[in-house]
């Protein structure tokens, strides 16, 4: 069966702190994808990778950064964590149009 | 990227059929119709996609208009399962990049 992990259901951070998302995905896709869902907006395209060291700036980009040094792993990185990035945040992995997700992190920022 | 709209919410009777519209009236020829679903604290799960023919799987039908601006995605008997958001997207087979949810139809399924 196809998995996507993400490392954490959910985080507690205190606002100014260094925030590391990480997901892992057993298919070997090259695609994967971070979202991060609010309530009433949807499913907000953060930041993708179709290659190993490639990203692409989604939708909402700023804040965040992202790392792409191995096929099966796509990390989302907030340097600097704000309370209007309490969020849900999704990792998904794609293979012919067809996302797979990952369970999701529930991030709250303090 | 094709612009789709959905019904914000639906309810449906457990055991009649459900059937979900979407709006996808600047689709592009080459573009196929992908349907999710987001069962309430879990990421989203694909359910089915289709071209221009409709398509049938063990989750869900998907009617297609002959001028592709709208499809309908069908659950025969939904259950409580069922209650989930449900996303339509347009999308190009095979491209690579991101795939955009809009806000989705909130399907409730009652007793």
């Known amino acids: 069966d196809v998995k996507v992990t993400q490392s954490s259901r959910y985080l507690v951070k205190r606002t100014g702190e260094k925030v590391f998302l990480e997901c892992v995905q057993d298919?070997?896709?090259?695609?994967m994808f971070w979202y991060r869902q609010d309530p009433g907006l949807g499913l907000r395209l953060i930041y993708f990778s179709y290659d190993v060291k490639m990203k692409e700036k989604g939708d909402i980009p700023e804040g965040y950064s992202v790392s792409r040094e191995k096929k099966e792993r796509f990390s989302l990185i907030l340097e600097s964590a704000s309370t209007n990035q309490t969020s849900m945040y999704l990792c998904a992995s794609s293979f012919l149009g067809e996302l797979f997700f990952g369970e999701g992190s529930r991030l709250t920022v303090l | 990227d094709a612009k789709t709209t959905q019904p914000p919410s639906m309810d449906c009777a457990e055991g009649r059929a459900a059937n979900l519209p979407c709006n996808h009236s600047?689709?592009?020829?080459?573009?196929?119709v992908y349907w999710y679903r987001q069962i309430h604290s879990q990421g989203p799960q694909y359910i089915i996609h289709?071209?221009?023919n409709n398509e049938t799987n063990e989750m869900a039908s998907l009617i297609i208009t002959e001028d592709r601006k709208s499809s309908t995605l069908i659950l025969p008997h939904a259950t409580l399962r069922d209650t989930a958001v449900y996303y339509c997207?347009?999308?190009?087979?095979?491209?690579?990049?991101?795939?955009?949810f809009g806000k989705g139809t909130k399907l409730s399924v009652k007793p």
């Open positions: 600047t689709i592009s020829g080459n573009e196929y």
């Open positions: 289709g071209l221009k």
């Open positions: 298919m070997d896709h090259e695609n």
């Open positions: 997207t347009p999308r190009v087979e095979g491209s690579q990049g991101n795939l955009i």
